[in-house]
């Protein structure tokens, strides 16, 4: 039985106007409440999750873009930026 079918099934069980049906209705107020929070905790992690996975593979990307332009550079074009560096 899931959380939420518990739920209704206590929700049934205390309908009376006791002071203990009272305070259960409230508990389970609290539950339903507490659920609620912990389904959207868990699509903000999963958005969090994905948003990351996506950031990481244009890392990845980029980071290869920059090892193929670095091993296709000419020694003449090394030596060019070596000399605009020493040249600042």
Known sequence: MTDAETLDRARLLFTGETQ????????IQIA???AKKAALWEEIADQRENELATLRAQRDELWEQSQTEADSASPYSYAVAEKAKTQK
């Open 20 to 27: 203990g049906d009272r305070l259960a209705r409230e508990v």
């Open 32 to 34: 339903e409440r507490a």
